[in-house]
């Protein structure tokens, strides 16, 4: 995939979140039936970190996991990485509310390019990100480079269902209600209904989690959450042996 072909999602992308920053928490809850904090709290507990750890959070948005990790490793220096400033300009109020600003550096920048040396993090974290990236092989790669040997590759998603009638149902809520309440919550209908249409091409959980160790992560889990319509993936980085 050429540069030139991953350009005008790139650019559709970061235009929905800039435009729809302010309105972003508020329709995770109705995305994933205000689920995404019981997730969150599910990830943080697989994840175990530990006092002191290091983390990068790709496309970070308004920072709820980023900051999730700053509480859980008390010390550890935490970067949150988004394209879009409006979504980081949110993230950062909620950052110096908590008082969190010395532990937390937000930085814009691409998931496809990490300005950041080999090695440097505990943990590389992504939370729906992976479905907007333009290509999520890349984004692995990138993220599995950026974290020690030992360190873990996190990813949380939404996921495609496959218990029935839950598959059916969702499906349904996806395709119909979401652009609506786009249209109500954020005046974007376009914008929303590309929601659908990206999680439609994104890999199911078995086939990400294949996706993982062909990048090289070892030990990979796979975790399918509320009947699938999210999942947690989680790979370690192989320790180097000389």
């Not at 072909?5 to 650019?11: L, V, W």
């Not at 119909?176 to 890999?203: C, N, T, V």
Request: with cysteine.
């Amino acid at each position: 995939m050429g540069s030139s072909d991953t350009k005008p999602k790139e650019q559709f992308v970061h235009g929905v979140f800039e435009s729809i920053a302010g309105k972003y928490d508020l329709m995770n809850d109705i995305l994933s039936f205000r689920r995404h904090k019981a997730w969150r709290k599910f990830t943080m507990k697989k994840m175990n970190m530990h006092r002191g750890d290091t983390a990068i959070d790709l496309c970070c948005g308004t920072c709820d996991w980023t900051l999730a990790m700053a509480q859980a490793s008390e010390s550890g220096h935490i970067v949150g990485l988004d394209f879009s400033q409006n979504m980081l300009n949110v993230g950062e109020r909620k950052i110096i509310s908590e008082s969190r600003e010395k532990q937390i550096k937000l930085v814009q920048g691409n998931a496809m390019e990490l300005p950041f040396e080999d090695n440097s993090f505990d943990y590389a974290t992504i939370g729906f990100g992976l479905r907007n990236v333009p290509d999520l092989r890349h984004v692995l790669q990138e993220m599995q480079r950026v974290v020690k040997p030992g360190g873990q590759v996190v990813c949380l998603e939404l996921s495609k269902p496959t218990w029935q009638p839950f598959k059916g149902i969702y499906y349904t809520y996806f395709q119909h209600i979401l652009p609506m309440l786009g249209k109500l919550f954020a005046k974007r209908y376009e914008q929303y209904k590309w929601l659908p249409d990206s999680l439609a091409l994104f890999p199911g959980r078995d086939e990400l989690a294949g996706i993982f160790r062909e990048v090289g992560l070892k030990d990979v889990q796979a975790h399918s959450l509320t009947g699938g319509i999210a999942a947690l993936h989680i790979g370690i980085k192989e320790s180097q042996h000389v």
